[in-house]
């Protein structure tokens, strides 16, 4: 060591009347011993259980009121001490909840709460919830059984450590764990709308690190939607390379445009137009003890034979006017079983379409039809407004190069954006909008009427569907099979 390297000089502790050495040393602020820390742990009610280490460490600790064994940092507890707060997480939570979340339950709330806790399978009790929406919203409000909330932070990449009541009503506080870095951290379950949806990650330690959600919560809502990714991405904006479960077909979306109700594959999603008829099924897996529902458009069963290779049994399929209306029909499903999520093998293998699964012991029974039946009104309106007639579509198209093409619609066996590749491989070039200059539309379909079509048959365009403009690109050799639209 050379004679001009400058030793850590040491400190005093900061305590008055104490001698010892601090632990760690400081410029200007306060630094204290060993054993002053674990005394200032203790003014602020807990009790370390492992040695000091740092001030920015997760130090584990015991509560000396509640006795729940969670980590805070010594910034934390100095912090908390100043404001005369309990360090434990748990029983600040609890107080909070207390005097903020349960004084806003209802006499509903309070009620369906005490009936569950006496009796989940209680009859009538089933009866009420696929009847009336009030007491379905307020199951979903504050009933939160541990397999209810255990499956919802196995979504979040957490594991729970401890659920402090036997019938917790959501805003009793839960400690989990992180799977990705270890961290424990305490929870309230009926709060976690924001994770959920991406907005951050339910850990703090990976959220700082990552600046926003984990790559794994955004491969966890790929696959939410029947969308598998390889090589996630962190954060819910960035554009991700998935191929869909079902058909292995390739697309690049954000999990946002997902969540915001984006089809997630042209192939088995896209291609079907969404004012015309959809499915909703039922399946129930007897070897996995749970049912699932979900939607299909009418226009192929890969969905439904994906299921029954997977041990499904199909219990009821039914039709409805459009894919608004299927989406509504699964959402009212779904409300009802809220509390009693699928748990074992089809959650652990993320099966397709294992976040719309619930266990067959839920005391409900799901019946499409009498659902169907209850169809809002003002879903009629979303058919197809009626249009006079096909659009005519020209018989043949010749892609010069430099001429500029638009296309509207999803198209089979491709993404959008391979669309527009395929094109400018010719020598075309893709345009966003429909004018005067403009030399081919391609749509899905002659009976499909945008705003575009009417400016492209008005101005003389030439319109042709996705499958005339493939035989085109055939023709240069770019072609890729696309069936004929029946």
Not at 34 to 60: D, N, Q
Not at 303 to 328: D, K, P, S
Request: aromatic share 6%; hydrophobic share 40%.
């Amino acid at each position: 060591m050379s004679e001009d390297a400058v030793m850590p000089v040491p400190q005093t502790c900061s305590s008055d009347g104490c001698t010892n050495l601090a632990a760690f040393t400081t410029r200007t602020r306060p630094a204290w011993c060993e054993s002053c820390i674990a005394e200032l742990y203790r003014v602020g009610g807990m009790e370390p259980l492992e040695p000091f280490t740092t001030t920015k460490a997760h130090r584990r600790a015991r509560c000396l009121e509640c006795g729940q064994i969670t980590t805070a940092r010594f910034e934390y507890v100095l912090d908390k001490n100043g404001w005369a707060e309990p360090v434990c997480r748990v029983c600040h939570w609890e107080s909070w909840a207390e005097l903020g979340l349960r004084a806003h339950h209802t006499d509903l709330d309070r009620a369906v709460w005490a009936a569950l806790a006496a009796n989940p399978a209680d009859p009538e009790l089933a009866r009420l919830i696929e009847t009336e929406s009030t007491v379905r919203e307020a199951v979903a409000r504050v009933w939160w059984p541990t397999v209810r909330t255990e499956a919802m932070f196995d979504k979040l990449h957490h594991d729970v450590l401890v659920d402090t009541v036997e019938h917790n009503d959501g805003t009793h506080p839960v400690i989990t764990r992180c799977r990705l870095c270890g961290h424990i951290s305490v929870q309230l379950p009926a709060r976690m709308g924001s994770e959920l949806a991406g907005r951050w990650c339910a850990c703090q330690v990976c959220h700082q690190r990552n600046g926003g959600s984990c790559a794994q919560d955004v491969a966890m809502g790929f696959e939410s939607h029947g969308m598998h990714v390889a090589d996630p991405l962190a954060k819910v904006d960035r554009e991700q390379e998935a191929t869909c479960a079902r058909c292995s077909s390739p697309r690049l979306v954000s999990l946002r445009q997902l969540n915001l109700g984006q089809v997630p594959c042209y192939v088995c999603d896209g291609a079907a137009d969404p004012y015309a008829e959809h499915r909703v099924y039922l399946f129930h897996f007897p070897r996995w003890g749970c049912f699932k529902v979900g939607i299909t458009n009418t226009g192929n069963d890969a969905r439904l034979v994906a299921h029954q290779r997977n041990g499904g049994e199909l219990v009821e399929l039914i039709t409805v006017l459009n894919r608004a209306a299927a989406l509504w029909v699964e959402a009212r499903s779904l409300s009802m079983v809220t509390a009693w999520p699928a748990t074992g093998e089809p959650v652990e293998r993320r099966v397709v379409g294992w976040t719309e699964m619930w266990d067959q012991a839920a005391p409900v029974n799901i019946r499409l039809q009498q659902i169907a039946a209850q169809l809002p009104p003002e879903f009629a309106p979303k058919s197809a407004p009626a249009r006079s007639g096909p659009i005519e579509l020209a018989d043949r198209v010749v892609l010069a190069e430099g001429g500029t093409v638009c296309f509207t619609g999803a198209g089979p066996g491709r993404t959008r954006t391979e669309w527009v590749q395929a094109a400018e491989a010719v020598g075309l070039v893709a345009v966003g909008s429909v004018s005067e200059r403009l030399g081919i539309l391609v749509v899905p379909d002659a009976t499909t009427h945008t705003s575009k079509t009417r400016k492209a048959a008005a101005a003389g365009i030439p319109i042709v569907d996705y499958y005339r403009f493939a035989q085109a690109l055939g023709a240069t050799g770019t072609q890729r099979a696309v069936k004929p639209p029946s």
